[in-house]
């Protein structure tokens, strides 16, 4: 087995997620995408910041790697950043509309078109949002995770993105958050925990988040 490995699939913030990694570990992780590594991995990160279609597109131009990240995906533990929980879901609107890897269902929608409101705030206000979402923001655990220990509920985790994950199922929605829509924060099922928030950035709650992930051997 190949320890901690972040696959690199073309999308920035890597060695953000690495240094964490180190810090909370002590150990450097294997930054790759080498098709090998990846599916021989302990724990895999999936991260990514920019465009999806980026991501996807990697995966789409080397089967060989798409078929070794879903491969993991299916063994775990695996834990998906930002564009890591986008890309596990059936479709996003972003890049012009673009399947992802269909392994949660749900879609990926642009702020601006969102329909989950909020329980406060109006629809005026909801229109006046910033585009995009970016800063600290409450993430409320919705669902029961090993990945929330000595985490508390409500807890301020750091954002930035335009699009917005609304899962199909209830069951696979771990967190929430509200900006101007209620979406999902967090997504689990089996050996994956996926974030919209990025942890490596959120300071004493991301590195829990990530040591806990590190400390996890999935189901």
Not at 77 to 100: K, M, N, R, W
Not at 128 to 149: A, D, S
Not at 213 to 219: E, L, M, S
Request: net charge negative; glycine share 10%.
């Amino acid at each position: 087995m190949s320890g901690i490995v972040i696959a690199n699939l073309g999308t920035g913030n890597l060695r953000s997620v690495s240094k964490a990694v180190e810090f909370v570990s002590g150990h450097a992780a294997t930054v790759t995408a080498d098709p090998n590594i990846i599916e021989n991995a302990e724990h895999l990160i999936l991260p990514g910041q920019g465009a999806i279609g980026t991501w996807i597109n990697q995966l789409n131009l080397d089967p060989v790697l798409k078929k070794a990240v879903e491969s993991r995906v299916a063994h775990g533990p695996v834990l998906g950043i930002c564009l890591g929980l986008q890309a596990l879901f059936d479709h996003s609107d972003e890049s012009g509309g673009i399947y992802g890897l269909g392994i949660l269902p749900g879609s990926v929608r642009h702020f601006a078109n969102g329909h989950r409101e909020a329980d406060k705030g109006s629809v005026e206000e909801e229109h006046k949002l910033k585009i995009p979402h970016m800063g600290w923001n409450q993430v409320y655990q919705v669902g029961e995770h090993p990945l929330w220990q000595d985490i508390p509920d409500g807890e301020r985790f750091y954002f930035v993105h335009s699009y917005f994950v609304e899962a199909a199922n209830n069951v696979d929605e771990v967190g929430q958050c509200t900006y101007g829509n209620v979406f999902t924060a967090a997504a689990a099922r089996k050996n994956i925990f996926a974030t919209q928030f990025h942890p490596e950035k959120s300071q004493r709650a991301g590195l829990q988040l990530i040591k806990n992930f590190i400390n996890w051997n999935g189901v």
